[in-house]
């Protein structure tokens, strides 16, 4: 069972060089969720789309677009990357529709490493 | 003040030992509570539910005390392969409606 993909796993972009992380999910989940992990900070909540056509703001949206393609896809954009989105991003979902899976239960990709330089 | 607080660690323990963690939360909004894993370089993984009787999973319990606003998780009979991070999470009422907030992780190294 695949669950999560998220492609690519490493990129590493110049300062102000744009490119797109794709997340895709076979589990027919409604909720999808991009976060970004960094030392010290814990997992944090960049965009986030309840179900199929609605998106959302999470916690460090700056710098961020999001497109929730279909009910299986869910896009990060980083239109003209800076240092400071240096991190590992994890796409997630959960079947449940919503801010926040009820029951907790996230289901991450296997997270794609940016550095930006 | 941090939502979601854990001490770091790294907590290096013998294969066999009884080791705990814990985690406070400073939101009273809070309404459910998590524990996942996270193994090195790879996604966290749900590993139980918090709630507020306490709960038992094998080896791990996990209790509640929401009058202090702290969770816990222990392993009893640590096995090499319980080397992880283990991320205390919570879910919080907010004016946007619920949402995840996840503590930085407790980092726990079972030896031999």
């Known amino acids: 069972n695949a669950g999560v993909t998220q492609t690519p796993k490493f990129q590493v972009l110049k300062t102000g060089q744009s490119m797109t992380l794709q997340c895709a999910q076979d589990?027919?989940?409604?909720?999808m969720y991009w976060y970004r992990q960094d030392p010290g900070m814990g997992l944090r909540l960049i965009y986030y789309?309840?179900?199929?056509?609605?998106?959302d703001k999470g916690e460090v949206p700056n710098g961020y677009n999001v497109s929730r393609l279909n009910k299986r896809e869910f896009s990060l954009r980083l239109e003209s990357a800076a240092p400071s989105q240096t991190s590992v991003y994890f796409c997630?979902?959960?079947?449940?529709?919503?801010?926040?899976?009820?029951?907790?239960?996230?289901?991450f990709g296997e997270g794609s490493r940016l550095t930006v330089l | 003040r941090k939502e979601v607080e854990q001490d770091p660690g790294p907590f290096n323990v013998p294969e066999g030992a009884t080791v705990a963690f814990n985690c406070t939360y400073s939101?009273?909004?809070?309404?459910?509570f998590f524990w996942y894993r996270q193994d090195c370089r790879k996604e966290p993984k749900l590993l139980m539910s918090v709630y507020s009787s306490g709960n038992e999973d094998g080896r791990f319990t996990a209790q509640l005390n929401r009058a202090s606003q702290y969770i816990s998780l222990l392993i009893r009979d640590s096995k090499l392969s319980d080397s992880a991070t283990y991320l205390c999470?919570?879910?919080?009422?907010?004016?946007?409606?619920?949402?995840?907030?996840f503590g930085t992780g407790t980092q726990l190294k079972v030896e031999l």
């Open positions: 939101n009273s909004a809070s309404q459910s």
């Open positions: 999470v919570v879910n919080i009422l907010t004016g946007g409606g619920n949402k995840l907030t």
């Open positions: 789309s309840a179900s199929e056509g609605t998106t």
């Open positions: 589990m027919n989940h409604n909720s």
């Open positions: 997630a979902s959960s079947p449940r529709a919503g801010r926040a899976s009820v029951n907790g239960e996230l289901f």
